[in-house]
């Protein structure tokens, strides 16, 4: 069992930036692919990005891209989402979550799930 901790989540005006962090209990296997989705009120999960930890590939979606950026501290066990640029529609709960790479590729299924950390731009 993987526990994640998200952190860094906040309020910013638009156009600044923040860092959020997922931190795994029990660090991350090479294998694991961990993303990051977010929640607006009123609106469904969506995804954002992800990496692979062994490889450090990394993934966006188009309503990011250029603007946030994910990496990884293998020695923290932690990932990063960097987040630039930001914009009031970036407004809402970031999730981070991680699964095997087969099942995350394969079938788009994560296992293991954060509690979630709030951003909040202010236009």
């Known amino acids: 069992q993987v526990q994640l901790v998200e952190s860094g989540g906040g309020l910013v005006q638009a156009g600044g930036s923040l860092r959020l962090s997922c931190a795994a209990s029990?660090?991350?296997?090479?294998?694991?692919?961990i993303g990051w989705f977010r929640q607006a009120p009123g609106k469904e999960r969506e995804f954002v990005s992800r990496?692979?930890?062994?490889?450090?590939?990394?993934k966006y979606a188009d309503s990011v891209l250029g603007r946030f950026t994910t990496s990884r501290d293998n020695t923290k066990n932690t990932v990063y989402l960097q987040m630039d640029n930001l914009k009031s529609e970036d407004t809402a709960v970031y999730y981070c979550?991680?699964?095997?790479?087969?099942?995350?590729?394969?079938?788009?299924?994560?296992?293991?799930w954060g509690q979630g950390t709030q951003v909040t731009v202010s236009s």
């Open positions: 990496i692979t930890w062994g490889s450090g590939n990394t």
């Open positions: 029990d660090g991350f296997s090479s294998e694991y692919v």
């Open positions: 979550a991680a699964g095997s790479f087969l099942r995350v590729i394969g079938r788009s299924e994560y296992e293991y």
